[in-house]
C-alpha cells in the first residue's frame, strides 16, 4: 500500500537550518520520493515555521487555518500556511508573526525563546489543522526532536477523537538527546492541550520524554548513539523512558544528500573535483586561504572546523589542544554560530602573536564558506563530547577531507580509523574527551599528510567512495520503520484484565 507522510519540523534546509536537523529533514523528504515501487502515495509534506529573514522558495501560495488560541479560551487564532512543492516534497511555511517574525528561530545567542511552547505549539496544531482537512489524511507523521512533540500530545489531548487523525502512526527521530524541551508548569497551558495537561503536583513538562513514552516507534540517528542512549552516562535522563521502549526504539543512520554535497558540481567552490580526478582540490585549499588571510607560504596542514558553538561540539577541547596544535605546525579554520561563550577561549588563542596568520575563526552562518572549508581543508575536526550522527564527517569525506573524530555515537559509526585498520580506514579517531587524545589524533594526521605519496591518496579515496546516498539504505530504512509504525497502530491492542 502507498503511504502518505507529513514530517513536522523546526528546520530544513535550504529555508532554515542551525544544523544538522535540516539537512536530514530536506535529505530524506527527498528521497522518500525518490524510492521505486511506490511506496508513497504522494510526496512527503514537511511543515516548519515562516521564521523571519528565511529562504523562501517562489511560487508559495498562501492559505489559512483557524486553531484555538492557547493564550485566550474560546478564541481562535487565524494562522496563514504557506505552500508549494519544491526539492521534491510539499513544503509549507507555518505563518505566525507573533510567533516566527523575530529574530533567532530558538532564541537569541544568550537566551532561549521563553515563549517557544507557544511557538512549536502552534506550529504544530496549524500543520495538524490543515492535515485533518485533507481528502486523504496521513498514515504516518513524522515528527522531528521536541519541537514537533506538541504534535502527538495536541492530536491525544484535544484531537483523538478526530477521525482522520487518530489513525495516523506517529514516528518520533530524536536528532539531538540533549534538548527536552523543557516547559516549566506555567507555560505548559501555550502548549494548546487544553485542560489536564500536566499530572498533578509536576512542575513542568520534558517534552521529548512525552514524545519518546508515547509515539509508535522512536529512533535515533545513529546504531551506535541508539546504544550509548540507552546508557545512564549518554542517555541524559532519559535512558530510562528509552530502555522502557523496548524494540521500539532503534537507530538508523543518517544518509546524506550526495546531489547536493557533491564536490563535482559545488558551485561554492573554487574548482571542481571528484574522486577520479582530485586535482581541483589543490585550487580549493589556495582559495581557502587567500578567503581566510591565511599565509599561502606556510607548509602547516589546515584543519577545518564547523559546527553549532555549543558544548557538545568540543570547542574548548580544541581551544586547549590549540597551542600545542601551532607548536606542531597546523593552522586551524573556524566557522560557527551560537553561544560566544563557547567560542571564547579559541578566540584567546586566535588573538595571540603564534596565531597571527595561523588561526581564522568566523562567527557566523555561511554556506559558502563551510563548503570551502569542506573541500579547501587538509583535514576535518569533530572532537565531539557526543554526536547522535554527525553531518560534517559525511560531508569531509565525500569532500577528500579526512575526518579527525573522538569515537561517540554516529561518529564511530561512521568514521574508520586508519592507523587501526591501514587497509580499510577513512580518518583518524580518539577515544577520550581530551586535548591531550585530541592532539596526539591530529599527530598521526599531521604524520600520514606529510608523508603523502600512494597511501595518503589512497585515504582520500576510500572517503570519497564511501555510498552515504539517502536512497541506498537510510530512506528505505525510513520506510520499513513506517510501515511497522503502522502495523503496530492498526494491531488489536492486547489489554490484559
Ligand atoms: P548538528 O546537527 O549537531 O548541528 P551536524 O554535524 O549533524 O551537527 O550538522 C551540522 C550541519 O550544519 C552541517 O551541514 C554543517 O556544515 C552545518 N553548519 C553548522 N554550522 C554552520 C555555520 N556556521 N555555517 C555554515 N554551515 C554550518
Known amino acids: 500500500m ?6 513536522i519540523a523546526a528546520e530544513c534546509e535550504p529555508w532554515a537550518k542551525t544544523g544538522g536537523l ?3 529533514v530536506d535529505a530524506l523528504a527527498r528521497a522518500l520520493g525518490q524510492l521505486g515501487g511506490g511506496a508513497l502515495e504522494r510526496p512527503v509534506d514537511v511543515f516548519m515555521p515562516h521564521y523571519r529573514g528565511m529562504r523562501e522558495p517562489a511560487g508559495l501560495t498562501r492559505a489559512e487555518v483557524r486553531i484555538p488560541d492557547p493564550l485566550a479560551a474560546g478564541s481562535e487564532l487565524v494562522v496563514g500556511i504557506l505552500s508549494v512543492e519544491t526539492h521534491g516534497y510539499r513544503l509549507h511555511l507555518v505563518d505566525h508573526p507573533p510567533a516566527f517574525d523575530r529574530e533567532g528561530m530558538y532564541g537569541t545567542p544568550d537566551a532561549d525563546h521563553p515563549d517557544n511552547a507557544f511557538r512549536f505549539g502552534l506550529l504544530c496544531r496549524a500543520a495538524l ?19 514537533a512533540v506538541p504534535a502527538l500530545l495536541q492530536r491525544d489531548a484535544v484531537l483523538g477523537h478526530d477521525a482522520a487523525l487518530a489513525g495516523a502512526a ?10 527536552h524541551g523543557w516547559t516549566p508548569a506555567n507555560r505548559v497551558p501555550e502548549l494548546g492541550l487544553g485542560p489536564g495537561a500536566l499530572p498533578r503536583g509536576a512542575d513542568g513538562l520534558d517534552l521529548l520524554r512525552a514524545g519518546i513514552e508515547r509515539a509508535d516507534l522512536v529512533n535515533t540517528v545513529s546504531p551506535g548513539f541508539a546504544a550509548e542512549a540507552l546508557t545512564p552516562a549518554m542517555g541524559m535522563g532519559l535512558d530510562p523512558a528509552l530502555r522502557a521502549r523496548g524494540d521500539r526504539f532503534i537507530g538508523i543512520l543518517n544518509g546524506l544528500d550526495t546531489d547536493l554535497w557533491d564536490p563535482a558540481t559545488d558551485e561554492a567552490l573554487a574548482a571542481p573535483y571528484s574522486q577520479a580526478d582530485r586535482s581541483g582540490k589543490a585550487r580549493c585549499r589556495k582559495a581557502l586561504l587567500a578567503t ?21 561540539k568540543g570547542f574548548d577541547i580544541l581551544a586547549e589542544a590549540a597551542p600545542s596544535l601551532l607548536e606542531r605546525g597546523f593552522r586551524l579554520a573556524v566557522l560557527g554560530t ?26 557566523r552562518f555561511d554556506r559558502d564558506l563551510a563548503r570551502q ?14 554526536e547522535p550522527c554527525g553531518t560534517g564527517q559525511m560531508i569531509a569525506l565525500r569532500y577528500g577531507t579526512p575526518p579527525i573524530v573522538r569515537a561517540t555515537g554516529g561518529l564511530r559509526d561512521t568514521v574508520i580509523d586508519v592507523d587501526t585498520r591501514p587497509g580499510a580506514g577513512t580518518g583518524f579517531s580518539f577515544e577520550g574527551e581530551t586535548a591531550a587524545e585530541l592532539t596526539a589524533a591530529c599527530a598521526r594526521f599531521a604524520d600520514r599528510f606529510e608523508r603523502g605519496g600512494a597511501a ?3 585515504l582520500l579515496e576510500r572517503g570519497m567512495a564511501i555510498d552515504f546516498d539517502w536512497r541506498s539504505s537510510s530512506a528505505p530504512a525510513y520506510l520499513d520503520a513506517y510501515r511497522r509504525a503502522i502495523g503496530l497502530t492498526q494491531m488489536p491492542r492486547i489489554t490484559s484484565r
Open 338 to 363: 551560537g553561544s560566544h561563550e563557547v567560542v571564547a577561549p579559541l578566540r584567546a588563542v586566535a588573538l595571540s602573536p603564534a596565531a597571527l596568520s595561523r588561526i581564522a575563526l568566523e562567527e
Open 2 to 7: 502507498a503511504i502518505r507522510v507529513a514530517f
Open 292 to 312: 581566510l588571510g591565511l599565509d599561502p607560504a606556510d607548509p602547516g596542514p589546515v584543519l577545518a572546523m564547523i559546527g553549532r558553538l555549543d558544548r557538545q
Open 129 to 147: 489543522e490543515r492535515l485533518r482537512h485533507e481528502e486523504r489524511p496521513p498514515d504516518l507523521l513524522h515528527i522531528h526532536d521536541w519541537h
Open 456 to 458: 595518503w591518496e589512497a
Open 22 to 24: 535540516a539537512d536530514v
Open 373 to 386: 572549508m569542506y573541500a579547501g581543508a587538509d583535514g576535518f575536526l569533530m572532537p565531539s563530547r557526543f
Open 170 to 179: 506517529v514516528v518520533l527521530t530524536i536528532h539531538n538527546l540533549a534538548y
